[in-house]
Nanobody, 122 residues
Framework: QVQLVESGGGLVQTGGSLRLSCAAS????????MGWFRQAPGKEREFVAG????????YYADSMKGRFTISRENAKNTMYLEMSDLKPEDTAVYYC???????????????WGQGTQVTVSS
């Protein structure tokens, strides 16, 4: 099991940028596939981006392609999500997650952080 803590959320204007971080502790971070999900009020948790254990493979939801970039630094036990050209519809709680295999649904990930709020004002 790995413990995850997100940071970097906040309030930003439309078109702005944010960088989220996910710090991991516990078992070896480098063996896990990682992902970012988000959940807006009244909506289901949705996949944002995923990255393989060594960073060699990345996946993005279609609406995030070209605007978001996922990366990781295994030596620092940290994963990142660089978000640019933010829109009001990106407003949500963003969660990082760890799993044995890279997938695009919450069921693929076992360990979750508590989330960080991102609010994009129009």
């Amino acid at each position: 099991q790995v413990q995850l803590v997100e940071s970097g959320g906040g309030l930003v204007q439309t078109g702005g940028s944010l960088r989220l971080s996910c710090a991991a502790s516990g078992r070896a971070f480098g063996v896990y596939a990682m992902g970012w999900f988000r959940q807006a009020p009244g909506k289901e948790r949705e996949f944002v981006a995923g990255i393989s254990w060594n960073g060699g493979t990345t996946y993005y939801a279609d609406s995030m392609k070209g605007r978001f970039t996922i990366s990781r630094e295994n030596a620092k036990n940290t994963m990142y999500l660089e978000m640019s050209d933010l829109k009001p519809e990106d407003t949500a709680v963003y969660y990082c997650a760890a799993g044995s295999f890279l997938g695009v649904t919450p069921a693929h990930f076992r360990d979750w952080g508590q989330g960080t709020q991102v609010t994009v004002s129009s």
